[in-house]
């Protein structure tokens, strides 16, 4: 049981993170070798589209746009955040010349982190209380004394889908952070 919980649910997301950090370092490289390493400084460009546009799902979970089915946004959500996220991270590279700059960047891998958390955590946790609902249904038990049953288990998943409170948050101070980023840029940057 202990072996399958960690690959159905820990090695996604760490292999997840892990895959962002590799491809990272190996996108950074292969710029460095080609001798093309100026490319990484306008990759922050279409990364910060690509984040941008992934907020179209979190438009539509809050009604504010009525295109898009909510669960094919959701994972348009995630991979323009996660390939978004890598060209950020592409285009900070290993250097140390912004303070502002790397707090972004912090920001942004909190957020992807919190982002991964929450989607683990609650499909995770959807999974079980549904599996415990089928395992006592099969049994008989009683729509009623089923509730009674999974009270604490449902309480526990909504607490769970609580999670976005958080991210929320963590979200807002990446794009607070970011944005006085780029305003940075463009007030300090020898545009040439």
Request: hydrophobic share 40%; no cysteine; charged share 20%.
């Given at each position: 049981m202990k072996a399958r919980l960690i690959r159905r649910e820990v090695l996604p997301f760490l292999l997840s993170l892990g895959t962002l950090a590799l491809a990272t370092v190996l996108i950074d490289a292969l710029l460095h070798l080609a001798n093309i390493a100026w490319i990484g400084r306008y990759l922050g460009i279409p990364g910060t589209l690509l984040i941008l546009?992934?907020?179209?799902?979190?438009l539509r979970k809050r009604r504010l746009i009525k295109a898009g089915r909510p669960l094919q946004l959701l994972r348009w959500h995630e991979r323009m955040a996660w390939l978004g996220s890598l060209l950020v991270l592409v285009h900070a590279g290993i250097h140390f010349n912004s303070i502002l700059a790397w707090l972004a960047v912090v920001a942004m891998l909190i957020n992807v982190t919190s982002g991964l958390t929450g989607k683990f955590l609650l499909d995770r946790s959807r999974r079980?209380?549904?599996?415990?609902?089928?395992?006592?249904?099969?049994?008989?038990?009683a729509a009623d004394e089923l509730d009674e049953h999974l009270y604490w288990d449902?309480?526990?998943?909504?607490?769970?889908?609580?999670?976005?409170?958080?991210?929320?948050?963590?979200?807002?101070?990446?794009?607070v952070l970011a944005l006085a980023h780029i305003m940075a840029v463009f007030l300090f940057w020898g545009w040439k």
């Open positions: 546009g992934s907020f179209g799902y979190s079980r209380l549904e599996e415990a609902r089928q395992r006592m249904r099969q049994h008989g038990m449902s309480l526990t998943f909504d607490a769970v889908k609580q999670w976005r409170s958080v991210h929320f948050p963590i979200t807002l101070a990446f794009a």
